[in-house]
């Protein structure tokens, strides 16, 4: 493998890593809080039809973004409710949303584009365009950090620098901030938090919102910057992959950066080596392909027991009287 090809695989691990990223920080924000999350699937594919639906029809990717976001806290309102108002059993509630939004965006996709459950292709203003970095052109040339700085940190749209720039922030919040404080409280001891007076429920909420703002942005991320628009179950199981890179990283912010680009190269290497010889064998492209997915499987097997998550998460809280 040369240094070109090297370059290509680590650019293309950097694109294909930003909605993870942003669906794991989702994740961790709304897990830290106490209240668990598998329906982040179901909010980036309804982001993802809503976003590239919305672009297509006004012709303006700024406001795909804002729908996309719209629909994503729509859906964390509806899991805040059932979770958290109503004391339902997250784990379904968020298994509801999934097949909600599987169901749903294919049907208005249909009723609003005749196109088979998918919408126009986007073009022009309708998608977010690459940005060059400063002095990407004037560094092409230098000896491996000018390719590493000008095709792999550089020519990306906003979006991948607004999830990079959201893993220090992450941290900041949850480590820096009396809100962070209080959000990280409410996920192992509820019952302290309210007696010192603060609500349990508002944290709650905000966390959940949080997460859905930020499955917005991965869900328009896939429709309007990594694709030129919207197809059926285009988020092919990136929620579950951000849940086991959440468990990986042990629900920390910058771990969580390097658990979702080991799931990114993974991905970069299947899209690039569809057939590997290996001692002699030819891989078939179907294993190439589910190598993501096989790594997903393994950390769950091997990590989900090693990995202590908030100790009040997943549990309704019941104020005391």
């Not at 001891?189 to 905000?206: E, F, I, K």
Request: glycine residues 10%; aromatic residues 10%.
């Amino acid at each position: 493998m040369d240094l070109a090809s090297v370059i290509q695989i680590l650019d293309s691990t950097l694109r294909l890593s930003t909605p993870l990223l942003l669906a794991c920080l989702a994740g961790l924000f709304s897990e830290r809080a106490g209240i668990f999350d598998i329906g982040l699937e179901g909010k980036m594919l309804a982001a993802a039809f809503f976003s590239a639906a919305t672009a297509a029809i006004t012709g303006s990717v700024w406001l795909g973004l804002g729908a996309g976001i719209l629909a994503s806290m729509a859906l964390s309102l509806l899991h805040g409710v059932a979770s958290i108002t109503f004391r339902g059993n997250q784990l379904i509630s968020g298994v509801a949303i999934n097949f909600l939004a599987a169901g749903l965006t294919v049907l208005i996709a249909q009723d609003w584009f005749q196109q088979g459950g998918r919408t126009p292709a986007l073009i022009g203003d309708g998608r977010f365009p690459r940005l060059d970095l400063p002095f990407a052109e004037a560094l092409r040339d230098v000896p491996v950090i000018g390719p590493a700085y000008s095709v792999i940190l550089s020519g990306h749209t906003i979006l991948v620098y607004v999830a990079l720039l959201c893993v220090p922030l992450t941290w900041y919040i949850l480590y820096r901030t009396r809100f962070g404080l209080r959000l990280r409280a409410v996920g192992e001891n509820p019952a302290a938090v309210d007696t010192a007076g603060v609500s349990v429920v508002r944290l709650r909420y905000a966390a959940v919102l949080i997460c859905g703002v930020l499955c917005g942005i991965a869900g328009a991320y896939l429709a309007t910057g990594l694709a030129a628009g919207f197809v059926k179950d285009m988020t092919a199981g990136r929620g579950y992959i951000a849940l086991a890179a959440l468990i990986f990283a042990k629900w920390r912010p910058w771990q969580a950066l390097g658990a979702v680009l080991l799931f990114g190269l993974l991905e970069a290497i299947a899209n690039r080596y569809q057939n590997i010889e290996l001692a002699g064998l030819v891989l078939p492209v179907q294993f190439m392909q589910a190598l993501p997915y096989i790594l997903t499987v393994i950390i769950l097997a091997g990590f989900v027991g090693k990995a202590v998550p908030p100790r009040a998460g997943g549990t309704a809280y019941v104020k005391e009287r």
